[in-house]
């Protein structure tokens, strides 16, 4: 019960307190404001990375200028997001158990695992990689196991904080990334088999014959490990400062 009332708690801290005279109206401006980080997002995922305007962006800035620009426009994005469906009213549809946080806390640290071997890595199946000529069939890595690492880590998060929030803002914000990252796998695969043509079936065929265990290049591994974890302690200690709940402090005795 302590743990149940902590959680609540946390959440309520970082909602916004509005005169009471001013609450009827909020509620509206709220869910408006929660619509329209939605529409926002969706538009900065399906315009600015398509074309007319990515040719534009990318020549304009550079590839790498656009990169970094996009990266920092979609977190800037992300944040409002969280924030606006925090804000939007509560309207319950289960009632908060303290087992339901366990499955975020814990399926964060393979989520972070999947993120630090999946970006920047080369993979010509999907987005976020980098010097896709140099991908080695011999030694995939995690390409081996997803073709989508981002994609998975982003389904995995998502499917695993619905959990814990059963209120209808919440729901509505992770089931559609959870959607989301479905969809883009297979949107992602459709248009690199346009891309690559007769290509795309045999390479898909050889990432499957490529399953056989490789020699491990020990200090990479290593690296890689060690920032997943890095990401996943930096990730539990801004937790409060984003989405309003201590996950580390409702699993306290």
């Not at 509620?27 to 538009?43: D, M």
């Not at 690296?223 to 402090?249: E, I, N, Q, W």
Request: net charge positive; charged share 15%; aromatic share 12%.
């Amino acid at each position: 019960m302590t743990i149940k009332v902590m959680y609540i708690e946390g959440a309520a801290r970082f909602r916004s307190r509005v005169p009471e005279e001013s609450a009827p109206a909020m509620p509206s401006l709220n869910w408006l404001n929660f619509i329209a980080a939605f529409l926002v997002f969706f538009a900065s995922h399906m315009v600015l990375v398509r074309p007319p305007l990515r040719p534009l962006l990318v020549a304009l800035l550079s590839p790498r200028g656009f990169s970094l620009c996009y990266s920092l426009l979609s977190l800037a994005i992300l944040w409002w997001l969280i924030v606006a469906a925090r804000d939007a009213p509560y309207v319950a549809l289960w009632s908060w158990e303290p087992w339901q946080t366990f499955v975020p806390v814990l399926m964060l640290l393979p989520v972070c695992l999947i993120l630090a071997f999946g970006i920047g890595v080369p993979n010509p199946f999907s987005f976020g990689g980098r010097h896709n000529n140099r991908f080695d069939l011999e030694r995939p890595g995690i390409v081996g196991l997803t073709r989508h690492p981002i994609l998975v880590a982003a389904f995995l998060w998502s499917v695993a904080h619905v959990v814990p929030n059963g209120d209808l803002a919440h729901v509505i914000l992770f089931g559609t990334f959870a959607v989301f990252s479905l969809a883009g796998m297979k949107l992602i695969d459709r248009r690199k088999q346009r891309e690559l043509g007769l290509a795309w079936p045999a390479l898909v065929a050889d990432i499957k014959r490529s399953s056989r265990p490789a020699k491990v290049n020990w200090q990479p591994f290593l690296s890689r490990v060690t920032a997943g974890l890095v990401l996943y302690v930096v990730l539990a200690v801004a937790h409060p400062l984003f989405a309003g709940v201590d996950p580390v402090a409702t699993l306290m005795p």
